[in-house]
């Protein structure tokens, strides 16, 4: 399949450059995949499509404030950093910009020597492995020193870093947020176990492989950065009590998804795991583990409008973009949501 096959007009003003006051007031368009009907919601009215006994599958990693900004040792100009992994000890694979000034062995210094970072080397894709110093705690430094990773299409400087933090994150290590779970609150949380819904928590740290863009022409050629994910034995055992019940896993964001269709088996059943994924699910993909999605609205050509894609169809998707459009729905990170059920 060709990349321009995921292309679709968006003006810029329906970029949501700030999050909604309140989570759930966010719009919810509702895809039914056997109808094919369009319904326009607010995302509070998540609970009535959702039956007792379903799981609601929620990934609990939680953002670092991963982007720092310093210098070379000796010199001036601003050198921005995206920490993407911890390798070990104090080794993380980083994202340099402006890249050609940042080689093996240069001394790097960030909050006027609070923290320091020798660059080891540069691999594929201008990924640099850099080794920090410091004296003290490395997340206390890097709360104090570091922003939070906000996507390039996002212009407006965020006043409270709580809100590209899901309600219910847990699990430090994320260079980027799982978006479809910024529409949540406790007390929509609250109000979906009354009604039956059981929530399940999972771990994927988004890194480089969720929001890199597609560069192939052929999407087949695409490759995925890994990313490091853990389903306890706890999810893993309600996620198969729902199926041998015939009940439904609904999946929030394309990272609970990824996971999920990681470690699933032909007949849709899980097991406790930890390691790292490159999955990439494009159409032509034959889901094993859910049966339901809530997602925002992605960019164009991007690897997740191909996994929502192939979870519906290329069609019927971006004809729903079109219609998303047409009705002013606010799009990507902070925008508004869809539930294809």
Avoid: C
């Avoid at 705690?137 to 809100?163: A, H, Q, T, V």
């Avoid at 087949?220 to 309600?238: G, L, P, T």
Wanted: glycine residues 8%; hydrophobic residues 35%.
């Amino acid at each position: 399949m060709k990349r321009k096959d995921f292309d679709y007009y968006l003006p810029e003003e329906l970029i949501a450059q700030t999050p909604l006051e309140d989570r759930e007031e966010s719009r919810l368009m509702v895809l039914d995949r056997k109808s094919g009907s369009i319904e326009h919601r607010h995302f509070k009215d998540i609970v009535d499509y959702l039956n007792e006994g379903d799981s609601l599958v929620l990934n609990d990693t939680r953002v670092i404030p991963a982007r720092l900004f310093g210098n070379r040792e000796g010199k001036e100009e601003i050198i921005e950093i995206l920490l993407l992994r911890r390798v070990k000890g104090n080794v993380w694979e980083t994202l340099v910009r402006p890249g050609k000034k940042v080689k093996p062995d240069v001394k790097l210094v960030f909050g006027g020597g609070m923290l320091k970072g020798n660059v080891i080397s540069i691999g594929e894709e201008g990924i640099r492995l850099i080794e920090f110093e410091y004296e003290g705690i490395f997340e206390e430094i890097l709360n104090s020193l570091g922003e939070m990773p906000l996507p390039p299409y996002i212009k407006k400087k965020l006043k409270d870093k709580e809100r590209y933090q899901t309600v219910y994150s847990k699990n430090l290590g994320s260079a980027a947020a799982p978006t479809a779970g910024l529409h949540f609150t406790k007390e929509l949380l609250k109000r979906i176990r009354d009604k039956g819904v059981n929530t399940v928590f999972i771990t994927l740290h988004v890194g480089l492989g969720t929001f890199r863009p597609v560069k192939e022409d052929e999407i087949e050629e695409h490759h995925m950065h890994s990313e490091y994910f853990q389903v306890s034995e706890d999810a893993a055992r309600i996620i198969n009590k729902t199926k041998d019940e015939g009940k439904r896993i609904i999946s929030v964001g394309t990272t609970s998804t990824r996971t999920l269709e990681s470690i699933g088996d032909s007949s849709g059943r899980v097991s406790p795991a930890s390691g790292w994924t490159d999955i990439f699910i494009y159409p032509g993909y034959k889901f094993k583990v859910i049966d339901g999605l809530i997602t925002n609205f992605h960019l164009p050509e991007s690897t997740l409008i191909m996994l929502v894609s192939a979870f519906y169809s290329r069609e019927k998707i971006l004809e729903a973009y079109k219609t998303a459009v047409d009705e002013k729905y606010r799009f990507f990170s902070f925008g508004d949501a869809m539930f294809i059920k």
